[in-house]
């Protein structure tokens, strides 16, 4: 692939996605972004298998009219052991089991890993890394180069569970960190220069869709807002057994909205990561307690990340849906209102502009 022409007024990002319906959606709201270039996509098994993630990469960048982006083949399996591919939750083809056709995607020569490794090299500064499945490529990339978190601009990982619980609620488990743990704590162990963002599952867990946002979608002329629909509404066939309705939580795109929109954050804490297991969870957790108190155990050595813990509700769904429903084609929004936190990495972002979507 020839290098790309960073103009300045676009936030560059490379996407790692094992690409399922959260994944989906993520990347349809990102292509829908004017002020996002997604530089390449690389692939990885969780949701589906790797060679269904990159059918599925095909398939978004098909339906939203996208063509040329270049997608890597990824690992298929972790560092140690055989892949859990959650057909359960996405379906055995990772966009619900729907009977979508899925174009056969045309894969570059390159790994994932050494795509990661040459573009973060060639480009230092400039490009903002999107982990959104297991973590098993950046690891294989961290271990070509170790230095490699400090070449590229921001790491928002979707992944991990944020600060430990207050005392009495429960203990999630992330499952893109769960899935390949020794790559988790690669990542996480990993220099960086506090760029480093985990978007958890303690947040994303919020970050629901009501049950008229699969209703808009497939009422759209826009091709890519009815497979975005589709897909929603099989993504509920799953949750509706988890809270009773047909609403889902869009892990990916909360994790999505925020790189490009770090404005909606409203809380986070930093510190090394922890990876205790207790009571059977395997949660990857920020070395803090829910008051910020150190864990009575210590706090493990390590870099530190900064992770997620409040968001504005009601602006990402604004413009996370606003972007599924109508693609680049949309009306402009009203100005958000809110400027990004201080001291985020990206918060001088060409994306982090106030009253542009």
């Not at 960073?6 to 990347?27: C, M, N, R, Y």
């Not at 795109?253 to 490009?260: E, Q, R, T």
């Amino acid at each position: 692939m020839p290098s790309p022409a960073f103009a300045p007024e676009k936030q560059w990002i490379v996407v790692d996605t094992d690409t399922g319906i959260d994944d989906a959606h993520s990347l349809l709201y990102l292509l829908a972004q004017p002020d996002v270039e997604i530089v390449g996509i690389t692939t990885i098994y969780g949701n589906c298998s790797v060679e269904d993630s990159a059918r599925n990469v095909a398939s978004v960048l098909d339906v939203a009219d996208a063509p040329g982006i270049p997608i890597y083949g990824g690992a298929d399996a972790p560092l140690d052991g055989d892949a859990s591919i959650a057909w359960f939750v996405h379906g055995h083809d990772g966009l619900g089991d729907r009977g979508l056709v899925r174009p056969e995607p045309t894969l570059e020569a390159e790994s994932a890993a050494d795509y990661l490794v040459r573009i973060a090299n060639e480009h230092p500064g400039q490009i903002d890394l999107h982990p959104l499945g297991p973590l098993t490529n950046i690891a294989l990339a961290l271990e070509q180069d170790p230095e490699l978190f400090l070449k590229f601009r921001s790491v928002v990982i979707m992944g991990g569970a944020g600060p430990y619980p207050a005392a009495g609620t429960p203990t999630v488990t992330d499952a893109n960190t769960h899935n390949d743990r020794a790559a988790a704590e690669r990542v996480f162990g990993a220099v960086n220069r506090g760029n480093v963002i985990m978007v958890g599952v303690n947040v994303t867990s919020q970050a629901l869709l009501e049950e008229h946002v699969t209703a808009t979608l497939l009422d759209s002329e826009l091709p890519a807002a009815q497979f975005a629909g589709t897909i929603l509404d099989a993504y509920n066939d799953f949750y509706q057994y988890k809270w009773g309705r047909r609403i889902s939580a869009a892990h990916d795109g909360l994790a999505s909205v925020i790189l490009h929109r770090p404005e909606i954050v409203t809380g986070w804490v930093e510190g090394p990561v922890d990876f205790t297991p207790a009571a059977g969870s395997l949660a990857t957790r920020v070395a803090l307690t829910a008051e910020g108190l150190p864990l009575v155990w210590g706090t493990p050595e390590g870099p530190s990340t900064r992770a997620v813990t409040s968001f504005d509700l009601t602006q990402f769904r604004r413009r996370f849906v606003h972007a599924l429903a109508y693609g680049r084609t949309r009306p402009a929004l009203d100005a958000a209102g809110r400027t990004a936190p201080a001291n985020w990495p990206n918060s001088g972002a060409a994306g982090a502009a106030v009253g542009q979507d």
